[in-house]
């Protein structure tokens, strides 16, 4: 395992920012969403189930305050990119979204058989 300078356990280390940063509900699916192809507004909400324009656009505002998000604007349109940045973090978000993908069913299993056994109770 890699060594690091400071400890994620700690309030003022990078890492435990950026841990804050991509554990955001709506942060990884925002940006998977973008590792795809830039997106317009309307096409991130229609990509992304769920989510309202003003929580998106409020995800999209923090992304890009803490530069890992750019909105360009051409002839009129906006479209919303990654930076260079958050590229590098393409390859865990599409990791994670694989275990995901596998592993999904078995935590609501869980979580519906938790419930049952709460309710029997």
């Given at each position: 395992?890699?060594?690091?300078?400071?400890?994620?356990?700690?309030?003022?280390c990078?890492?435990?920012?950026?841990?804050?940063?991509?554990?955001?509900?709506w942060?990884?699916?925002?940006?998977?969403?973008?590792?795809?192809?830039?997106c317009?507004?309307?096409?991130?909400v229609?990509?992304?189930?769920?989510?309202?324009r003003?929580?998106?656009?409020?995800?999209?505002?923090?992304?890009?305050?803490?530069?890992?998000?750019?909105?360009?604007?051409?002839?009129?349109k906006?479209?919303?990119v990654?930076?260079?940045l958050?590229?590098?973090?393409?390859?865990?978000?599409?990791?994670?979204?694989?275990?995901?993908?596998?592993?999904?069913?078995?935590?609501?299993?869980?979580?519906e058989?938790?419930?049952?056994?709460?309710?029997?109770?």
């Open positions: 395992m890699r060594a690091y300078s400071g400890s994620v356990f700690l309030a003022d990078p890492a435990r920012l950026a841990v804050e940063i991509i554990a955001d509900k942060a990884v699916v925002v940006l998977f969403g973008l590792s795809r192809k830039p317009r507004h309307g096409e991130l229609d990509l992304v189930g769920g989510i309202s003003k929580v998106l656009t409020q995800t999209l505002r923090r992304l890009q305050g803490y530069g890992l998000v750019d909105r360009h604007v051409d002839a009129g906006i479209q919303y990654l930076t260079d958050v590229r590098t973090l393409v390859e865990p978000i599409a990791v994670l979204t694989e275990w995901a993908h596998e592993h999904g069913a078995a935590v609501v299993e869980f979580q058989s938790r419930t049952s056994d709460q309710r029997a109770r």
